[in-house]
């Protein structure tokens, strides 16, 4: 197997387990997430909690496991827009410019994602193969 095989899910994977991570972790302290999601100004903070811990793990598991990763990394991309700019806007807050970097780094990742899709080593490919073998 070569690097051109193996890399785009090590990427993957690398790229997006943050969501999965912070979907989880959301979910365990769901009491004070809402209350900072509400500090924030941010309108129906229960369900902007529920949106966001559900486009956080399912948008990461659709990214690592590869099937329609274009999808989970698109619909990461535009739920970091609004999360930059008002948990990590260094206008507001100069301490918050290297997540506010961070963040651009990760979309343009999620970016590269949905352009190229997501390698030869995913769930979509498997069963596209699988379905052509019937």
Same mark, same amino acid.
């Given at each position: 197997?070569?690097?051109? &095989?193996?890399?785009?899910?090590?990427a993957r =994977?690398?790229?997006?387990?943050?969501?999965?991570h912070?979907?989880?972790?959301?979910? *365990?302290?769901? @009491?004070?997430?809402q209350e900072t999601i509400a =500090?924030?100004?941010?309108?129906?903070?229960?369900?902007a909690?529920?949106? &966001?811990?559900a486009?956080?793990?399912?948008?990461?598991?659709?990214?690592?496991?590869?099937?329609? @990763?274009?999808?989970?990394?698109? *619909?990461?991309?535009l739920?970091?827009?609004?999360? &930059?700019l008002?948990?990590h806007?260094p206008?507001v807050?100069?301490?918050?410019?290297?997540?506010?970097?961070?963040?651009?780094?990760?979309?343009?990742g999620l970016?590269?994602?949905? @352009?190229?899709? =997501?390698? @030869?080593? /995913?769930?979509?490919r /498997? &069963?596209?193969?699988?379905?052509?073998? *019937?």
């Amino acid at each position: 197997m070569d690097l051109q &095989t193996v890399l785009p899910l090590i990427a993957r =994977s690398f790229l997006a387990v943050i969501f999965v991570h912070s979907g989880i972790n959301k979910l *365990l302290n769901f @009491a004070g997430t809402q209350e900072t999601i509400a =500090s924030k100004g941010i309108p129906l903070p229960l369900i902007a909690l529920i949106l &966001t811990i559900a486009v956080e793990v399912i948008g990461g598991l659709l990214v690592i496991l590869g099937y329609k @990763a274009w999808l989970g990394a698109l *619909l990461l991309f535009l739920f970091l827009i609004p999360a &930059t700019l008002v948990f990590h806007n260094p206008l507001v807050d100069p301490t918050q410019l290297t997540q506010f970097l961070k963040n651009l780094s990760i979309m343009g990742g999620l970016l590269m994602v949905v @352009a190229y899709g =997501s390698g @030869a080593l /995913s769930l979509e490919r /498997s &069963t596209t193969r699988w379905e052509k073998d *019937l």
